[in-house]
Nanobody, 128 residues
Framework: EVQLQASGGGLVQAGESLRLSCAASGFDWNEYAIGWFRQVPGKEREGLSCIAGRDGSTHYLDSVKGRFTISSDKAKNTVYLQMRNLKPEDTAEYYC?????????????????????WGLGTQVTVSS
């Protein structure tokens, strides 16, 4: 059974950084990609970044490139999302999710909302 739990959210000021963690277990890393998403009440969930478990290849939403960095530590079964220069518009509930597929540098992971498994979110609030 795939299990995911996001953590690391909190209240920060604009311009500060935050690192989110996604504890992931119950699956073969070579067969999955892990993605980070966020959602504001009343708005559609937005894909931010993903990482292929097979080779660590990554993909980003254009608007977060250069500010957000996704990484993984398979030994710790954890995927991270380092967020820098946070802005008030980054305020949202952040989720990690797992998607079954042969994702790699040849077949990039995606940021669509149809991932197979989802964890509970962690709230990020950025004050101005």
């Amino acid at each position: 059974e795939v299990q995911l739990q996001a953590s690391g959210g909190g209240l920060v000021q604009a311009g500060e950084s935050l690192r989110l963690s996604c504890a992931a277990s119950g699956f073969d890393w070579n067969e999955y990609a892990i993605g980070w998403f966020r959602q504001v009440p009343g708005k559609e969930r937005e894909g931010l970044s993903c990482i292929a478990g097979r080779d660590g290849s990554t993909h980003y939403l254009d608007s977060v490139k250069g500010r957000f960095t996704i990484s993984s530590d398979k030994a710790k079964n954890t995927v991270y999302l380092q967020m820098r220069n946070l802005k008030p518009e980054d305020t949202a509930e952040y989720y990690c999710a797992a998607d079954l597929g042969n994702y790699s540098s040849r077949w990039s992971c995606h940021l669509d909302n149809d991932y197979d498994d989802w964890g509970l979110g962690t709230q990020v609030t950025v004050s101005s």
